[in-house]
């Protein structure tokens, strides 16, 4: 599977997907409400599933899937932005 949250270099990848039948998912950016961005237009047709995170987006883009707005992860990757150090992981070992 494929999926991307807006990146432009994702277009390529999704072409690819498309021609292999891989499941490729697409999910708009955060902060563009009221038009397209061109990464949106281009990977449209070839998504099995387009997510938008706000209703105005499904305006812009017909058969969306709303998913609502996607949490931002904080530091490490963790969305409570604990490291692994943090909780006594394998990075808090000094060699």
Same mark, same amino acid.
């Given at each position: 599977?494929?999926? %991307?949250?807006?990146?432009?270099? *994702?277009?390529?990848?999704?072409?690819? *997907?498309?021609?292999?039948?891989? !499941?490729?998912?697409?999910?708009?950016?955060?902060?563009?409400?009221? %038009? $397209?961005?061109?990464?949106?237009?281009?990977?449209? $047709?070839?998504?099995?599933?387009?997510?938008?995170?706000?209703?105005? =987006? =499904?305006?812009?883009?017909?058969? +969306?899937?709303?998913?609502?707005? @996607?949490? +931002?992860? /904080?530091? /490490?990757? @963790? !969305?409570?932005? @604990? +490291? *692994?150090?943090? #909780?006594?992981? $394998?990075? +808090?070992?000094? #060699?």
């Amino acid at each position: 599977m494929v999926i %991307s949250n807006g990146a432009g270099v *994702a277009v390529p990848f999704f072409a690819m *997907a498309r021609l292999m039948g891989i !499941p490729a998912v697409y999910l708009e950016v955060y902060d563009r409400v009221d %038009s $397209p961005t061109l990464t949106g237009k281009l990977v449209q $047709p070839l998504t099995t599933r387009f997510c938008v995170q706000w209703p105005g =987006q =499904q305006d812009i883009y017909p058969g +969306s899937v709303l998913t609502g707005p @996607r949490r +931002s992860v /904080h530091r /490490h990757g @963790r !969305p409570d932005g @604990r +490291s *692994a150090a943090d #909780r006594g992981g $394998p990075r +808090s070992r000094v #060699r």
